[in-house]
């Protein structure tokens, strides 16, 4: 089993920053790709930016030139770096992460989600 953790969301206003932390935990071999999705009220979750193992990252259209997402690969962790922040930005933000397990030797590919984190951005 691989966990994610979320941390970082919260209240800003119009135009603001926040910047969110995921971390993974458990018998992690190796962690290929890392990603932020989003799901706003009423509508499906999507995708925010993804990064894999060596950096190369991609954005969603409408967050590009304001988001910025990273990785460190030796905390198991990815961070969502958001500036100038629009109302529209409002959502529950999900970590998403996967790659290979080991446990007693036998090696287990695994997709996990984290809970989620309420980022509102008020106009």
């Known amino acids: 089993q691989v966990q994610l953790v979320e941390s970082g969301g919260g209240l800003v206003q119009t135009g603001g920053s926040l910047r969110l932390s995921c971390e993974a935990s458990?018998?992690?071999?190796?962690?290929?790709?890392m990603a932020w999705h989003r799901q706003a009220p009423g509508k499906q979750r999507e995708l925010v930016a993804n990064i894999v193992t060596r950096g190369r990252s991609i954005y969603a259209d409408s967050v590009k030139g304001r988001f910025t997402i990273s990785r460190d690969n030796a905390k198991n962790s990815v961070y969502l770096q958001m500036s100038s922040l629009e109302h529209e930005d409002t959502a529950v933000y999900y970590c998403?992460?996967?790659?290979?397990?080991?446990?007693?030797?036998?090696?287990?590919?695994?997709?996990?989600w984290g809970q989620g984190t309420q980022v509102t951005v008020s106009s």
């Open positions: 998403n992460a996967d790659g290979l397990t080991k446990y007693i030797g036998t090696l287990t590919p695994f997709n996990s």
């Open positions: 458990g018998s992690i071999l190796v962690i290929n790709t």
